[in-house]
């Protein structure tokens, strides 16, 4: 147990040296066309699931990390980022997600979520139900204690 739990703190300090501090390009966007899933639905498609659930992107970019199996391709569409390495989704950045925004306080989060996992000044760490594998959100703050990106994404990758 003592192992496992050591393994998902490396994991978090891993992501949090690889995971960006925001969407760079998905904005909030009213008839957006895409369907109202659950974010978090999307990890683990392969690109031609998401292709067929989402249509091609408006945009594509790339996020390097500090080793190559860190790289990413993100998607962008109207109201969410998605990453992709290799052929999965292992990521994904909502500009909205279980009723919180971008702006939205510590206060309100925690009202809507409970007490987080891990808190800090920088974000707070949230597990999500399992799917298929663990989930994770992060909220990483911005000024003020405010909400300023929302990130889902497989834990154990």
Known sequence: MKMFFSRIVLCLIILTAVTPGFCLYAEEAGGSGLPEADPASYVGLTLEALFKQL?????????????PWQDDVVFVYPTIEIYLFRDRVWQVCPVSVYNMKIGDSINAIKTLMGDPLVGTE????????????????????????????????????
Do not use: C, H
């Open 122 to 157: 920088k974000y707070l760490l949230y597990q999500l139900p399992s799917q298929a594998w663990p989930m994770m959100l992060r909220i990483n703050l911005g000024k003020e204690g405010r909400a300023a990106s929302f990130f889902i994404y497989r834990s154990d990758f």
């Open 55 to 67: 249509g091609t992107p408006k945009s594509v970019y790339a996020v390097r990390g500090i080793e």
